[in-house]
């Protein structure tokens, strides 16, 4: 996902286009000297299934029909439409109803197979993606498809859509319609991204009728008129909403849906605090959660419901990247221009601890800002990493090319004094020094004191990892506050950037590409809602993002996701927290569920009701 989460939180629609530096794989015929047409958008190499495949490896293609599932969701919402920067979308109202050019699968998600477009047209010089759309595919009131739809749905993006979508997208210099049935994106002369005709086919498409006399930049509650599965049938503003399934939804039938959307009928019901929905789960109110906190998961479904598996619980095995999930320094802030602050800061929360005593020891330490994708910069630079990092070498602290990032560790998970004592020689050098039990800048005076907010979604849970830092922090003579906010409070302060620290996530791709320039690049510093919540303005890391980018072969792509992760790392502008390899799933022995190895994950949609 693009789009930070917020902990628990999901907002829109970019988690299913965080996806990097793609190749246009060959693969059917000529229409011209200089144009082909394609069945698949592919990464580095081939897709993993074939032109006439029937289904994913991952589905059950007879999986019986109907039935309900209630899901939880967490926050509050007020819109409809994910892609603007006002309000709180309800975005898996999108996500389940308004159907994209594309789709990638979880067991090859670098492949973008046909959806509203049934083929791709790829020039030689690849200077635009054309999309060949589906005569058959339609919106839920009948009506086709048609190319003024994407036309009217990218401009309306772009023009009045959240500003980070201006720059996501940047890259584009127009989409033209070529007939009712193909429309291409033609890039801007000198364009090498080779990730943009991927994520341009995973833009929803929105009927341009149905917006006629309708401001896109307004939140509203007037559902938007999609081509997917569902349709909404009810909802309470912040309470629940409720999707029935589209009886005549044209694409049941496509390889990309065989297998998907089984139940008539999907509901969400909104929570604000995620131990809320363990209850509602055992009462029967909802039917399934994903549990995210350790302690509850050991100790919290000790009960009748779970010893008589009327219940089931289960690790799902994946193989997603590790959530980047941290604490956030704001770095427009002065106090923390100077990154021996940060790691000072750094130096006094105590993982080892929390994973003991609060955490059972199911968590394992991030220690990259790319965590289980096999790019992660570990080490020493060699080669073709080292061989990019040397051309910024004059910008570059030299520690890194001389010592390997090492994690803050405590080796007596009772006792912080070492850590502590180096937390404050770093801060002496940059300037701060105890003024009786205070530690305040020698310049100004000013002590040192830090407000870190989360979110209601993250409950008590955070309150006891957060104590034993704060008191840390006290010791080393910084008072800190820990703030648990709604969410949309929380959102709210985040996307104005009115902040010290924040707890945030960051979904992390399998191959991380056009949103490390919303996540980390100075452009998006300065726009209001980005994702560069931590205000990086770094030269070099906007080079490295460049490269990574426009990265012609894998191995000079992974060195450039590899030296951007070094660098990001020697700035120390987040802590990193944990990370789990498993997804931790609780809910009713009442679904059916393919019967396959693949490591995909929790998969609801691909979920059947059981026959009674």
Known sequence: MMKIWFILLVVGPMKKIIVSSLFVALCLWSVSASAKIYDYIALYGAAKYSADFKHFDYVNPQAPQGGKIVLPAYGTFDNFNPYIFKGVAASFVTELGAETLGYSPADD???????????????????????????????????EVTADDVVFSFNAIMEKGAPVYRMYYGDVDRVEKINDREVRFYFKEGTNNKELPMILAQIHIFS?????????????????????????????????????????????????????????????????????????????????????????????????????????????????????????????????????????????????????????????????????????????????????????ADKLSPDIFNKPYKLTVNEDIYNSRKNLKKAVALLKEAGFDFSGDKMVNLQTGEPLEIEILSNSANGATFTKVMLPFIENLRKIGIKAVFRNLEVNIFKNRLDNFDFDMAIVSYRVSQLPGNEQRDYWGSESADIKGSNNIIGIKNPVVDELIKGLVSAQEKEDYVAYVKALDRVLLSENYMIFQWYSPFSRIAYWDKFGRPDTNLKVGFQPFTWWIKEQ
Do not use: C
């Open 109 to 143: 998600p670098f492949t973008v197979y046909p959806l509203l477009a049934e083929k791709f047209d790829i020039p030689a010089d690849k200077s635009y993606i054309g999309f060949i759309l589906n005569n058959k595919a339609r919106f839920s009131d009948g009506s």
């Open 208 to 392: 341009q009728k149905d917006w006629q006399g309708r401001e896109f930049d307004k939140p509203t509650l007037q559902v938007p008129l999609g081509s997917g599965p569902y349709t909404v049938k009810d909802f309470q503003v912040n309470k629940f909403v409720e999707l029935q399934k589209n009886p005549h939804y044209w694409g049941k039938d496509l390889p990309v849906r065989k297998g998907f959307y089984n139940f008539d009928t999907v509901r969400y019901d909104y929570y604000q605090d995620t131990t809320v929905t363990l209850q509602a789960l055992f009462s029967g109110s909802i039917d399934a959660r994903e549990e995210y906190i350790a302690k509850i998961w050991m100790t919290g479904y000790d009960n009748d419901l779970i010893k008589s598996a009327k219940i089931k619980k289960e690790n799902i095995e994946h193989n997603n990247p590790a959530t980047l999930q941290n604490f956030a320094y704001n770095v427009r802030r002065d106090k923390f221009k100077d990154r021996r602050v940060r790691k000072a800061i750094d130096l006094a929360f105590n993982f080892e601890w929390a994973n003991e005593k609060l955490f059972y020891g199911q968590y394992r330490r991030l220690f990259s800002y790319f965590t289980n994708t096999g790019m992660e910069a570990t080490g020493l630079p060699q080669g073709k990493e080292l061989a990019i990092l040397q051309q910024y």
